[in-house]
C-alpha cells in the first residue's frame, strides 16, 4: 500500500481507532499484528523471514546482554552474518553471478536465479542490525519483551523505507507511552499534509519529466535536455523520500511516537559535507556510527580518514542497490567528501578560512553543491554506466537545445516555489509556526492542503516511492 493512496488511509484510520480504542498493553498488539498485515498484503511468504530476523536478533541481544568476554562477540558476530548474509542473498547475489560470468566468460545467466527482492530488507535489517551493536557496545540494553522488539522491527509506518529508528529512541518512548497532546496530534497532521503535498504534487510531476528523458536519452540530446532532466531528478528524489519521511513522521505522531528528522533542506548546503548532514540523516548518521567510527574514524591520521570515508561511502552507495552504477555513486560522494576535507585544510593553512565562510559566497557555494550533488545523482538514475557517461558528457555539450519537449513553465514554477519554500522554512521555521497558530490558522491551513491535492497531485497513474525498491 503506497501513503499516497486511499487504501492506506484506510489502513491506517482503522489501526488508529482500534489502537486508542483499548489499553495500551494490547494496543501494541494491534500496532504489530497492523504491522504484520501491512508487510503481508505487499508478499504473505515474507513475513517468514522478517519474522526469522525478528527471532534471531531478539536472542542474540539477550545472548550478547548476558554474556562475557569472546562470547558476546561470537553472538554479535552470528547475529551480524545472518543478517548481512540475507540481505546479500536477496538483493546481490545475482550481482556478483553475473560478474563472476562476464569475467569467466560463462553463459550469461546460467546461474542466475528469479529472486524477488524482499520490500524494506535494507532498512530493517540495518535498524535490527544497530540494535544489537549498541548492546554488544553496552550503549544500549536488551528488551526481554518479544512483542516490544517485535514491534520496534515491524512498525509500519517506517518499515519499507525508514527512516531508520534507533532502539534508544523507540524503546524510551514505548516504554513511557502516554495519549499524545493535541498539539502533537496536530504536528502529525501538519507532516501528513507537507508530505502528501511533496509526493503528490511536485515529486510525480518532477517524475514525468525524469522518466522522459532517462528512458528516452538518445532522443534528447545536448546541455539543455541533460540540465532539464538530472535537475528534474533531483528534484523528484528529493521531494519523493522526503515526503515519505514526512507522512511516516506525521502517521508515528498521531501514533505517539517522535521519529527523528530525516531531511533539513539539504539543497540549501554549502558545502557536501554539510549536505550529508542534511540528506537522509538517519542513513548517514548510521553509516558514520556503526561503519565509519568502527573503521577508526579520524582517529589514526588523515590517511587513514580519507580512506575510512571513502568505504564509508562506498558501502553506503553499494547499500543502495545492486549496481555498479550506486557503487559509483558512492564513491563520487566518498571521494568529493575527501576533497572537501582537503580544500578546508588547505584554506585554513594559508590563512584563508574565515575569508571562505562568508556570507557573500553563500549563493555560490549552494549552487556549486547543488551541481556537483546533481551530477553524483546522474549515476543514481541512471540505468548503465554508459548511459550515466551519455548524460555527463551531453551536461556539458553546450549548443545543442531540444528541452521544451521535456521541461515546461509548470516545472518552472514548481522549482521557484521549491527555492522559496526551502529558504522560508530555513530561516522561519515556518511549518513549526503554523503548528502553533491558532486553531482557524490551522484549519484554513488544511483545508488549503486539501484543495492543492485535489487540484494538483498528479493521478494518472500510482508512481512508487523511490526507496521501495531498496
Known sequence: MLFNTFPYWAFFIVTTLLFYAVPFRVGKWVLFISSCLFYMLWNPYFILLLGAIIILDFYAGILIDSSEGKKRFYWLLISLIANLGILAFFKYYNFFVANIESVLDIEKGRYALDIILPLGISFHTFQS?????????????????????????????????????????????????????????????????????????????????????????PSHPGSASAIAGVTAFAMQIFFDFSGYTDIARGCAYILGWDFPLNFARPYLSQNITEFWRRWHISLSSWLRDY?????????????????????????????????????????????????????????????????????????????????????????????????????????????????????????????????????????????????????????????????????FAYSKKDIPFIYFQF
Open 129 to 217: 542490525m544497530s540494535y544489537t551493536i549498541d548492546v554488544y557496545r553496552r550503549t544500549g540494553t536488551a528488551t526481554r519483551s518479544f512483542l516490544d522488539f517485535s514491534l520496534f522491527v515491524t512498525f509500519f509506518p517506517q518499515l519499507v523505507a525508514g527512516p531508520i529508528v534507533r532502539a534508544k529512541t523507540f524503546f524510551p518512548e514505548l516504554e513511557n507511552w502516554t495519549v499524545p497532546s493535541r498539539d502533537f496530534i496536530v504536528k502529525g497532521i501538519s507532516l501528513v499534509f507537507v508530505g502528501l503535498i511533496k509526493k503528490s504534487v511536485f515529486a510525480d510531476h518532477f517524475a514525468l519529466i525524469s522518466d522522459a528523458y532517462f528512458n528516452h536519452l
Open 291 to 455: 561503519l565509519y567510527i568502527s573503521l577508526g574514524g579520524n582517529r589514526h591520521g588523515v590517511v587513514k580518514t580519507y580512506r575510512n570515508l571513502f568505504i564509508t561511502m562506498l558501502l553506503g552507495g553499494f547499500w543502495h542497490g545492486a549496481s555498479w552504477n550506486f557503487v559509483i555513486w558512492g564513491a563520487f560522494h566518498g571521494i568529493m567528501l575527501s576533497l572537501h576535507r582537503v580544500l578546508v585544510s588547505g584554506l585554513e593553512l594559508v590563512g584563508l578560512g574565515k575569508i571562505s565562510q562568508s556570507r557573500i559566497f553563500l549563493p555560490a557555494k549552494v549552487v556549486f553543491t547543488f551541481a556537483v550533488v546533481c551530477i553524483g545523482w546522474v549515476f543514481f538514475r541512471a540505468t548503465t554506466f554508459h548511459d550515466s557517461v551519455f548524460v555527463i558528457s551531453n551536461l556539458f555539450e553546450f549548443g545543442t537545445t531540444n528541452a521544451l519537449p521535456l521541461w515546461h513553465v509548470g516545472a518552472t514554477i514548481m522549482l521557484l516555489i521549491s527555492i522559496v519554500g526551502a529558504v522560508l522554512e530555513e530561516k522561519y521555521s515556518v511549518v513549526e509556526r503554523f503548528n502553533a497558530a491558532p486553531t482557524w490558522v490551522k484549519v484554513l491551513g488544511y483545508t488549503a492542503a486539501l484543495l492543492v491535492l485535489q487540484l
